[in-house]
């Protein structure tokens, strides 16, 4: 039979009865924790005759075990952290000296677990390796098959909590070494499925610090089906939470918006949230106030009040850093009127003031923005009109022999680069996708270290601002003189002038030429009178 399974319960009830006639307290202490086990709605109060018994009648042990059995209530069906903590101490207490180190370490992992969620790393982290230590050395006596099981099983566990630890403490060169190990002793092994997709859980969050999204959203999505599937909805959350994220990144609002609503639909359905995925309602809140959708801007700002508010009381560790994006009492404030403007429908005023602001405020970022764009794409179009914008040589012939003294190429060697790269930049042989500074000297038949000397000196910059100023300013030309690379997408236009992705040329462009290339684009079909 499985936990929470109602059906043993007769039998179970049968079993507490016929203990209490023998007066056999060890069977009834047995009783008492199957109850607790099995039936899903008393699991509190079996916990308690159980430990009223152990405490009675029952060794150390029995009432270590019976603590940490209530703790493990309080922590992950009711989610009372303190309480929970509270327990776990009085099981440590009571498993000091015990003949079972077992048990004694199953006590020191759940003490670790509630001091990470309450922000207590470096503490949670010493308990983790304590139990690392004591799982990865087996003891000496032959064990049973289940037993080691049960050891590997607490190994990987321990192995996974202190993985997750060194990433909130910024250790994540030791997080993911630990991430690593973890998953290679769980691929391709049956019976720890769920060990495994946690680490590769925390593989992919890695790749998403590292930037690295492809990779981090293929990772997270393999990980999210054994883990729903196993009704572990607080690492369902944070997996919600990084494929939003990365989403956002994707510029991807629509994907964004599902994933944090799978977050408030676990928070709605176990009343749950943890500090990591907090900032996920400030997203749902932003996007449904541009939405303009008064009714969903409202619900999101009290689903983040209600979790604000279980967070500071269950966090207090870290409540004071989750004030710094939404302030409590303006969030209130928003709160209330929100409400007064979608119940007192009679009072169309206030929700024109309401709705005239936002949209007041969006156009008025917007106009400057527009602005901004504007100003900086005439001032592009007159540099290309004037022809400055072209990278020329700051160093002209005469002042060659004054600066010839200062730099360790012979005027002849200047001489050559400098017509060698003449000839590179006329024949568009940096359109060459994958090029490098070796490549290049090779071609001209220098070294590196002069190629290098001859463009900061001439050039004014290092050979990969070189090239990416002469690919924007190719891709510039080409948008500005030949109307049919105006209908290219971004990434077509980035492959066009060898640059690999589309956020790498787009941030390129906007460093080269102040403005994005989308923006570039519009202005430019603008004038041309294009659609």
């Not at 060794?59 to 940490?68: C, G, M, Q």
């Not at 403007?341 to 709705?355: G, H, N, P, V, W």
Request: hydrophobic share 30%; aromatic share 14%.
């Amino acid at each position: 039979m499985t936990i929470d399974d109602m059906y043993a319960m007769p039998y179970v009830r049968l079993y507490i009865q016929k203990a209490k006639r023998e007066n056999n307290f060890g069977k009834l202490i047995q009783g008492y924790r199957d109850g607790r086990q099995f039936d899903y709605y008393n699991k509190n109060k079996y916990a308690d005759s159980a430990l009223a018994i152990s405490k009675k009648h029952g060794t150390t042990d029995d009432i270590s075990k019976d603590h940490l059995s209530k703790g493990i209530i309080y922590y992950f069906y009711e989610k009372k952290y303190k309480l929970a903590l509270d327990q776990y101490l009085k099981a440590y207490e009571y498993s000091k000296g015990s003949e079972d180190p077992y048990h004694h370490h199953k006590v020191i992992y759940h003490l670790g677990i509630v001091k990470e969620h309450l922000g207590y790393y470096d503490e949670a982290l010493e308990h983790f390796k304590d139990c690392v230590s004591f799982y990865s050395a087996r003891p000496q006596q032959k064990l049973h098959d289940n037993e080691q099981f049960n050891y590997k099983k607490a190994y990987l566990n321990s192995l996974h909590q202190m993985t997750v630890v060194n990433r909130y403490l910024k250790n994540y060169s030791k997080s993911d070494s630990l991430s690593r190990l973890g998953y290679s002793l769980t691929v391709n092994n049956n019976d720890f499925t769920l060990e495994n997709s946690y680490f590769l859980k925390c593989i992919g969050i890695s790749k998403f610090h590292k930037k690295e999204y492809d990779g981090a959203e293929k990772d997270l999505n393999r990980s999210l089906p054994i883990i729903l599937k196993r009704k572990d909805f607080a690492w369902a959350s944070v997996i919600y939470y990084y494929l939003g994220k990365i989403s956002e990144v994707q510029d991807d609002p629509e994907q964004a918006i599902y994933n944090y609503s799978e977050i408030d639909s676990i928070f709605e359905r176990h009343q749950f949230i943890l500090p990591e995925v907090y900032g996920s309602y400030n997203y749902l809140i932003d996007y449904y106030k541009n939405k303009k959708d008064v009714n969903k801007q409202l619900y999101y700002t009290g689903q983040l009040l209600k979790a604000d508010s279980m967070i500071s009381k269950d966090y207090s560790y870290l409540s004071s850093k989750l004030h710094k994006d939404y302030d409590r009492k303006t969030l209130i404030e928003q709160k209330e009127d929100l409400e007064k403007a979608s119940t007192r429908k009679i009072k169309y005023a206030r929700i024109l003031i309401f709705s005239g602001a936002i949209v007041l405020c969006f156009f008025l970022i917007r106009y400057i923005k527009d602005r901004k764009i504007k100003k900086q794409y005439r001032l592009l179009q007159k540099r290309i009109a004037e022809g400055t914008y072209d990278v020329n040589d700051i160093i002209h012939d005469d002042a060659i022999e004054s600066n010839i003294r200062k730099t360790s190429l012979t005027h002849e060697m200047t001489v050559e680069i400098r017509e060698k790269l003449e000839k590179f930049e006329k024949e568009k042989q940096f359109l060459k996708k994958g090029l490098n500074e070796k490549d290049v000297a090779v071609k001209l038949s220098t070294n590196s270290h002069y190629l290098s000397v001859y463009i900061n000196e001439h050039k004014g910059m290092n050979f990969n601002k070189y090239i990416a100023e002469l690919r924007i300013n190719h891709i510039t030309h080409l948008l500005n003189t030949n109307n049919m690379y105006l209908r290219f997408t971004i990434e077509a236009l980035a492959k066009e002038c060898g640059i690999a992705s589309r956020q790498n040329f787009s941030n390129l462009f906007y460093d080269i030429n102040g403005i994005r290339p989308t923006d570039y684009i519009k202005n430019r079909k603008k004038e041309l009178g294009i659609s």
